[in-house]
Antibody, heavy 121, light 108 residues
Framework: EVQLVESGGGLVQPGGSLRLSCAAS????????MHWVRQAPGKGLVWVSR????????NYADSVKGRFTISRDNAKNTVNLQMNSLRAEDTAVYYC??????????????WGQGTMVTVSS | SSELTQDPAVSVALGQTVRITCQGD??????VSWYRQKPGQAPILVIY???NRPSGIPDRFSGSSSGNTASLTITGAQAEDEADYYC???????????FGGGTKLTVL
């Protein structure tokens, strides 16, 4: 079964750090771009970051650039999101998603169940 | 522009046809994909690329595009189609991904 399972969410104080992980199974992980997408409570989906299949290229939303770092380990079929200098506005469910990336579009065909991050004192 | 704009809410009578739209400058350069999200659940992909449906998505879902506007059409809406629908594309640079604000579909 093709599956993504996130972990690492929780409650953290403003200015703190958290590391999210996403474990992939059921497909050739090293062939796909991987993305993180977040959704604040009651709000819409917001793209956070992406990493290419071999980990050599990354991109970030302006709102997290310089604070978040995406990485992957193709030997362990995992993608990670290191989140530093967290702010209240980073509070959201964070989804890991498999990207179907072509020259003409990016589609997210597999999603994890999400992990909740709450930034609060 | 680096935004995708969707109507916040749309309603449709059971069995009728509804169109959900997504507007943005980047849609002149990239195809849009569409997602359905029900409360408490992760989104699922319903349309991608030039009107492609993933396995398991009913053929009542279809996509189209013209200029800076893309549309998701549900022909013969069912009660289970009531959900939030999101569009996504890449921005004009190609290095970032955009989502629309979402459309809440109510099936009457």
């Amino acid at each position: 079964e093709v599956q993504l399972v996130e972990s690492g969410g929780g409650l953290v104080q403003p200015g703190g750090s958290l590391r999210l992980s996403c474990a992939a199974s059921g497909f050739t992980f090293s062939s796909y771009w991987m993305h993180w997408v977040r959704q604040a409570p009651g709000k819409g989906l917001v793209w956070v970051s992406r990493i290419n299949s071999d980990g050599s290229s990354t991109n970030y939303a302006d709102s997290v650039k310089g604070r978040f770092t995406i990485s992957r380990d193709n030997a362990k079929n995992t993608v990670n999101l290191q989140m530093n200098s967290l702010r209240a506005e980073d509070t959201a469910v964070y989804y890991c998603a498999r990207g179907y990336d072509t020259s003409g579009y990016t589609a997210f065909d597999i999603w994890g169940q999400g992990t909740m991050v709450t930034v609060s004192s | 522009s680096s935004e995708l704009t969707q109507d916040p809410a749309v309603s449709v009578a059971l069995g009728q046809t509804v169109r959900i739209t997504c507007q943005g400058d980047s849609l002149r350069h990239y195809y849009v994909s569409w997602y359905r999200q029900k409360p408490g659940q992760a989104p699922i992909l319903v349309i991608y690329g030039q009107n492609n449906r993933p396995s398991g998505i009913p053929d009542r879902f279809s996509g189209s595009s013209s200029g800076n506007t893309a549309s998701l059409t549900i022909t013969g809406a069912q009660a289970e189609d009531e959900a939030d629908y999101y569009c996504n594309s890449r921005d004009i640079s190609g290095d970032h991904v955009l989502f629309g604000g979402g459309t809440k579909l109510t099936v009457l």
